[in-house]
T-cell receptor
Framework: ETGVTQTPRHLVMGMTNKKSLKCEQHLGHNAMYWYKQSAKKPLELMFVYNFKEQTENNSVPSRFSPECPNSSHLFLHLHTLQPEDSALYLC?????????????FGPGTRLTVT | GNSVTQMEGPVTLSEEAFLTINCTYTATGYPSLFWYVQYPGEGLQLLLKATKADDKGSNKGFEATYRKETTSFHLEKGSVQVSDSAVYFCALSDSNTNAGKSTFGDGTTLTVKP
């Protein structure tokens, strides 16, 4: 049990669909992250939220829209995706106040865009 | 900027062999260093960490020593098991960047054969 949960674990969607990924952390952390992990490619940081405020957006296409309503919940809203967006989407959390703290990851959502 | 370079994989070993996965880093401040492991179908989880020079992190028979003079944090294990088959990521967190945010290496896939 990592303390970070993600739903759904698997998602298949067409290019015209709209769906959302959900992440919840039960660790009392104040920073949350979305990563994309594609086969044979490095881990890509997408978004960073500190204290519910977005502090980083790494040139992510607008078809990915994050939302952080509070420090425990993070969403990734998806619309009009492309097949190349198929990947494992990982959520993570940490304490934003210290470099010594590791990140805690959820199990990921395996997304397939058809 | 910060960067992490780790040994390219895949690495294939026989059970009970000695493991080394090299990791070197570049950082502007005084980073903390981490090794994460990702088992098939799961998210990343912390394996070990070191927060200052000459510290040794250890867990489950794995060790890594923070070497400031060579900017390295190599992962070692004296006798690997089939259950160690996974992807290993070296990472750093720097006090000069968004605290809590980490920079990850590309990952090294380890396969241990019986």
């Amino acid at each position: 049990e990592t303390g970070v949960t993600q739903t759904p674990r698997h998602l298949v969607m067409g290019m015209t669909n709209k769906k959302s990924l959900k992440c919840e952390q039960h660790l009392g952390h104040n920073a949350m992250y979305w990563y994309k992990q594609s086969a044979k490619k490095p881990l890509e940081l997408m978004f960073v939220y500190n204290f519910k405020e977005q502090t980083e957006n790494n040139s992510v296409p607008s078809r990915f829209s994050p939302e952080c309503p509070n420090s425990s919940h993070l969403f990734l809203h998806l619309h009009t995706l492309q097949p190349e967006d198929s990947a494992l989407y990982l959520c993570a959390s940490s304490q934003a106040s210290s470099r010594d703290y590791e990140q805690y990851f959820g199990p990921g959502t395996r997304l397939t865009v058809t | 900027g910060n960067s992490v370079t780790q040994m390219e994989g895949p690495v294939t070993l026989s059970e009970e062999a000695f493991l080394t996965i090299n990791c070197t880093y570049t950082a502007t401040g005084y980073p903390s260093l981490f090794w994460y492991v990702q088992y098939p179908g799961e998210g990343l989880q912390l394996l070990l960490k070191a927060t200052k020079a000459d510290d040794k992190g250890s867990n489950k028979g794995f060790e890594a020593t923070y070497r400031k003079e060579t900017t390295s944090f190599h992962l070692e294990k004296g006798s690997v098991q089939v259950s160690d088959s996974a992807v290993y990521f070296c990472a750093l967190s720097d006090s000069n960047t968004n605290a809590g945010k980490s920079t990850f290496g590309d990952g090294t896939t380890l396969t241990v054969k019986p």
